[in-house]
């Protein structure tokens, strides 16, 4: 596609329950981030996809935070049992090596409230 | 990852020129320095990446001085919708990922 591409743009969930967020990046892009981002906050790396593959997952704060990505194309954030600390945006960003030198293209965001 | 510094908020009028330096003084050789804007309620957008001297595209420059241990976003002539949280990136490719790492940024505030 033209951009990158997140949904839903916002979600509400109950505490306790799982979320997914999908993130399509930009066609033909190799590498994909995952980024949180907190009211007023600077931005929080969680995870980087090369391919299919997770080669640096150390920014996930917990067990109950895992990601994919297959077709090396769409990947999912999945939030088990979110708590009322998960409520963020959630950005993804993708680039077109993994050098990253020609910078990132964020989506808009997935904004999560956890009620 | 080289830690980068910048001011929290700066003030500007509409037409002047606005000069945002960062810090990063353990920069690392292969690391280069991009500069990223956001608005509320949007993603980041690149505006600008350097490793060395000058670079300047339509919408900013940036210097970086011999020793590349701070740098300078400079933006001509802004305007009202200048007004956002700009971004200074330090970061390079390690062999295994290019995870860059996104500071607090400066709020610029552009008014009439």
């Known amino acids: 596609g033209a951009g990158v591409s997140q949904s839903p743009s916002n979600k509400v969930t109950e505490k306790g329950k799982d979320v997914e967020l999908r993130c399509d990046p930009i066609s033909g892009h190799t590498a994909l981030y995952w980024y949180r981002q907190s009211l007023g906050q600077g931005l929080e790396f969680l995870i980087y996809?090369?391919?299919?593959?997770?080669?640096?997952k150390s920014g996930l704060p917990s067990d109950r935070f895992s990601a994919e990505r297959t077709g090396g194309s769409v990947s999912t954030l999945t939030i088990q049992r979110t708590q009322q600390e998960d409520s963020a945006v959630y950005l993804c960003a993708s680039s077109l090596e993994v050098t990253g030198y020609y910078g990132y293209t964020f989506g808009s965001g997935t904004r999560l409230t956890v009620v | 990852l080289a830690k980068t510094t910048q001011p929290i908020s700066m003030d500007s009028y509409e037409g002047q020129e606005v000069n945002i330096t960062c810090s990063h003084n353990?920069?690392?050789?292969?690391?280069?320095i991009t500069w990223y804007q956001q608005f509320p309620s949007q993603g980041p957008r690149f505006i600008i990446q350097?490793?060395?001297t000058k670079v300047t595209n339509e919408v900013a420059s940036l210097f970086i001085p011999a020793d590349r241990k701070s740098s300078t976003l400079s933006l001509p002539r802004v305007s009202l919708s200048d007004t956002a949280v700009y971004y200074c990136?330090?970061?390079?490719?390690?062999?295994?990922?290019?995870?860059?790492?996104f500071g607090t940024g400066t709020r610029l505030q552009v008014t009439l």
């Open positions: 353990n920069i690392a050789t292969n690391d280069y």
């Open positions: 350097g490793y060395k």
């Open positions: 990136l330090v970061g390079g490719y390690t062999g295994t990922a290019s995870k860059l790492t």
């Open positions: 996809f090369q391919g299919n593959s997770a080669p640096d």
